[in-house]
């Protein structure tokens, strides 16, 4: 049952070893749906997350008229219906708990010949839509919010946006993303200038999808009224997913533990570079491209960690995986300190706060801060923690008891299935005690 609050319940100690695949990239996914049902043609996805988030896209393109199949686990085929040949839907699409798919969708739906809707759970319908209306008003899109700026989105859809050349003042690939998706569309050329780097799945899927996108150092454009020509896509695993098994393997002594085919695109990265700036063990190999994506397999080793300042710069590229880095930081030796990172309160959760109370259950000496958190590592004990219904902090308390005294428990554990729903059975079989 959907409302039902589902616990986890997870054993102290342990070790993770073996070789393992994690779910498909969930950035990934989302964006073959959406560029897929674009294209002219046929789009053959394999590896494709079979999560709740990925999923709201596909059935929002369903509704709106795609013919979308499923014939096996991971593989979809998306016929696709050409820029303009999207349908109104039937009723509002709801798009549960993913921000993803609302930040992108009112970029791609702002011009269409139709209006829809879109709506959320109770976590996206508190999530801060302004940074995507307010430059797509600029465009001249006409979207309603509630009067905070939240969803439900109200899309006008008109047909004649005009491109903007926009600063993004967030470094977010979800604004970067929505903009570049109505520049599809738009008069003239959109171009999105970042303040820092942030993933670029959209960019690479479009180039690969026969649009023209022109990449520099600090900014990205397209011009609007061109076309999209089907392709396959293989999604590899994703990093964010993997980060939880990175960490639980780095903090529990004799771990050793491999981790196939995980897109290390540069972009989504700093989870390795800041893990490996603590001490930890960690090896990329078989590195190769595959359909214009880096994949590699990643090996982890238990090895002592101890804290650091991590570089702001590494912020966006790690923006996922903050809460399993803060476990890493929990069973570190020193204080870990990080800063810039204000965006953490406006994801699934506050995901300061929710990290920072379930630590503190924990007895570890973690102090919020209004953009980050100070972590000071050393022993901690068992508890109850509250998720607050996020997937990531569910999943990274469970890698938390791998170092615990005593028994974790986990509370509001649902929404794992909006990213990774065989977490549970894929973190048993490695060594987690977790039921
Ligand atoms: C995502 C971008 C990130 C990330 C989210 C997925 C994407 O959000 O947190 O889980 O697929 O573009 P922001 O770009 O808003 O930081």
Known sequence: MKNEIEKLKVQPGGALVGRI???????????SIML?????GITEVSGFLEGEDSLATLN??????????????????????????????????????????????????????FAVTLTGDASLSKRPMRRVTTPLAAMGAVIDTDAEGMPPLMIHGVQNLTG?????????????????LAGLYAQGRTRIIEPAPTRDHTERMLSGFGYEVVRDEDSVSLAGGGRLTAMNINVPGDISSAAFFMVGAAIAPGSDLMIEHVGVNPTRIGVITILKAMGADITLCNKHEMGGE??????????????????????????????ALFVAAACAEGTTVLTGAEELRVKESDRIRAMAEGLAVLGVDAQPQQDGIIIK????????????GDHRIAMSFAMAALRAKSEINIKECENIRTSFPNFISLASSTGLGVE
């Open 21 to 31: 695949r994690v779910p498909g990239d969930k950035s990934i996914s989302h964006r």
């Open 36 to 40: 897929g049902s674009l294209a002219e």
């Open 60 to 113: 929002a393109f369903r509704a709106m008229g795609v013919r979308i199949e499923r014939p096996a686990e991971g593989a979809v085929v998306i016929h696709g219906v050409g820029m303009r040949g999207l349908a109104q839907p039937a009723a509002p699409l709801d798009l549960g708990n993913s921000g993803t798919s609302m930040r992108l969708l009112a970029g791609l739906l702002a011009a269409q010949s």
């Open 164 to 180: 903007i050349h926009y600063a993004m003042p967030v470094a977010s690939a979800q604004v970067k993303s929505s903009l570049l």
């Open 294 to 323: 880096p994949v590699a397999d990643i090996r982890v080793k238990y090895s002592p960690l101890h804290g650091i300042n991590i570089p702001k710069n590494q912020v966006p590229l790690a923006i996922d995986e903050f809460p």
């Open 377 to 388: 590592g050393g022993a901690y004990q068992g508890g109850v923690v509250d998720s607050l």
